[in-house]
């Protein structure tokens, strides 16, 4: 569905029985490709952000890959680290 409802994907996987342990996020800035500029509306080689991020259960089952190519000078990245396991 386009709206899975409150709570959004991860909460319908929840619904099914899934425990989430971590996302991994990986980032890799570089230039676009002529193909992505040409999708994104950017000049060729424009700089972007590429983003795949993974959803692990806690018996180490991937069940959720987003991957998504953004435009660098559009987004921000922020992120809290607990200094304590």
């Known amino acids: 569905a386009e709206n ?3 709570g959004g994907i991860y909460a319908r996987l929840e619904d ?3 425990e989430f342990a ?5 980032l890799h800035a570089r ?3 002529k193909a ?11 700089p972007v952000v590429h983003l795949v991020r993974e959803a692990l259960t806690t ?3 991937v069940v959720e890959v987003c991957d998504t190519l953004m435009a660098a000078d559009q987004f921000v990245f ?3 680290i607990p200094a304590t396991d």
């Open 22 to 26: 971590e996302f991994v996020e990986t």
């Open 36 to 46: 992505e500029a040409s999708e994104l509306a950017l000049s060729p080689g424009a």
């Open 78 to 80: 922020s992120y809290r």
């Open 31 to 33: 230039p676009a490709s």
């Open 16 to 18: 099914h029985g899934h």
């Open 59 to 61: 018996e180490g089952r």
């Open 4 to 6: 899975p409802g409150g």
